[in-house]
């Protein structure tokens, strides 16, 4: 079955940075786009990021565009999101989900449970 395991989550202060992990299986992870999104409390869920299946594209939300970096291994089947000079807002529960943006929201919450990071002083 397909499954992702996201990681890496936590407090932190603003200005901060934080790298998280998503762990694939179950499909020929090589073979797909990934995403990004986010959900804050009390919100809908939000876009965050995507790389193509051959990691030579990335595109990102303007939120976090220059801030945050988007990088697969394929090797080890994990997902990654680099982020720095973290903000309040960026306050969210984040999930990596497969294909692109369009699909990653309309199905993200399918593929796992999700990593909290909480940007507070």
């Known amino acids: 079955e397909v499954q992702v395991v996201e990681s890496g989550g936590g407090l932190v202060q603003p200005g901060g940075s934080l790298r998280l992990s998503c762990a694939a299986s179950?499909?020929?992870?090589?073979?797909?786009?990934m995403s990004w999104v986010r959900q804050a409390p009390g919100k809908g869920p939000e876009w965050v990021s995507t790389?193509?299946?051959?990691?030579?594209?990335?595109t990102y939300s303007d939120s976090v565009k220059g801030r945050f970096t988007i990088s697969r291994d394929d090797a080890k089947n994990t997902l990654y999101l680099h982020m720095n000079r973290l903000k309040p807002e960026d306050t969210a529960v984040y999930y990596c989900?497969?294909?692109?943006?369009?699909?990653?929201?309309?199905?993200?919450?399918?593929w796992g449970q999700g990593t909290q990071v909480t940007v507070s002083s």
């Open positions: 790389i193509n299946s051959g990691g030579d594209s990335t």
């Open positions: 179950g499909f020929t992870f090589s073979s797909y786009a």
């Open positions: 989900a497969k294909y692109g943006p369009v699909r990653a929201l309309q199905d993200f919450r399918s």
